[in-house]
């Protein structure tokens, strides 16, 4: 558990980090950069045990591309979706809705799942993280980032330029951190379904983060040459892809050998609250009242995932005894 706390810890830092670029550098570029080179970073670490889980053959295919295309949307859509919403509501969106998303395709796609009764602790603790998140999202800020044109985050005269009115602007950043949660969970699951299989956790990371990364490579040589126009600008990638990207999904790796992806997802949801005390000691935005709530709310459902233990799976169902009554007939008996 505590390399995953270690791990949201790192996420937390990603858009104060992103909102250090200038603006010639689009977050298409940002991400692809970021997961490029993070996870091939990841794939060239641990090339035996990718090898394994890459020779796992369908049962294991089943579950690496899915997740191999989780990981090629979740840093597209995430920076999309800081660009067009704002650092806060772009962080809140896609880590908040991460927790429904998993909880949702673990009851679909895991039998074992669907058989256990839902564990109320974990529903009223992943709820008062989500009502938090959303408080952060909705009344967080008194000022709305997306009016303030720091690096590659949109103002108002960004989304002019492109044809967009700022609502719209905004309504498309919400839907692209809905996509990014949604990727978020989907990988996260594949990779425990990896790991279910025997497969180690760096292996299983490799494995997913290597594939989407060749797949991203077109991507970063269409979009990336503004990234080298500029030291910060390189300084910043270089920071994104070694600790959120590669230093973080080790630590992420390690915590989902011993935790379901629903409580993985949940007690990332410390990435917003990081994302916005950053935001506020960093930034310089202001926090508003019913923002310090979502943030204690958030910490306290956290906390309660933390210290909770998972609900044991459903005994199986007991052999149908035999009928007291049924005759018994006898070997030579005739029919």
Not at 47 to 75: D, E, H
Not at 149 to 169: E, I, K
Not at 186 to 202: F, I, K, P, V
Not at 207 to 221: D, K
């Amino acid at each position: 558990m505590i390399g995953i706390v270690l791990a949201a810890l790192l996420w937390g830092t990603t858009g104060t980090a992103a909102s250090l670029l200038p603006a010639s550098v689009s977050p298409l570029a940002t991400g692809a950069a970021t997961m490029c080179v993070g996870g091939l970073l990841l794939a060239l670490t641990a090339p035996k045990q990718a090898a394994a889980v890459f020779r796992g053959g369908g049962v294991s295919w089943r579950w690496i591309v899915p997740g191999a295309l989780a990981v090629v949307a979740y840093p597209l859509a995430f920076y999309s979706s800081m660009s067009l919403a704002g650092v806060a509501v772009g962080n809140v969106v896609s880590l908040g809705t991460a927790p429904l998303f998993a909880a949702l395709l673990e009851r679909l796609l895991d039998p074992a799942v669907r058989r256990r009764r839902l564990d109320r602790r974990w529903a009223a603790s992943a709820g008062a993280a989500v009502v938090g998140v959303a408080l952060l999202a909705a009344f967080g800020h008194d000022e709305q980032p997306r009016d303030v044109d720091f690096g590659f985050v949109a103002g108002p005269g960004q989304a002019a330029a492109a044809g967009l009115q700022p609502t719209s602007t905004f309504l498309a950043g919400v839907a692209l951190g809905l996509l990014a949660g949604l990727a978020y969970a989907t990988y996260t699951y594949t990779a425990g379904r990896l790991l279910d299989l025997g497969h180690s956790s760096r292996g299983s990371m490799a494995a997913q983060f290597g594939a989407g990364a060749v797949v991203l490579l077109p991507v970063l040589l269409l979009t990336g040459a503004p990234i080298v126009e500029t030291g910060s600008s390189v300084g910043v990638h270089l920071y994104l892809a070694l600790g959120p990207m590669f230093v973080a999904y080790l630590l992420f790796g390690a915590g989902l050998r011993t935790v379901s992806s629903s409580r993985a997802t949940t007690v990332t949801l410390l990435e917003p609250v990081v994302a916005t005390l950053l935001a506020v000691l960093v930034v310089g935005e202001r926090l508003a009242p019913p923002g310090w709530l979502g943030l204690a709310l958030v910490l306290a459902g956290v906390a309660a995932v933390v210290t909770s233990r998972p609900t044991p799976p459903a005994p199986p169902m007991p052999p149908t005894p035999p009928e007291p009554d049924a005759p018994r007939r006898s070997v030579g008996s005739d029919a």
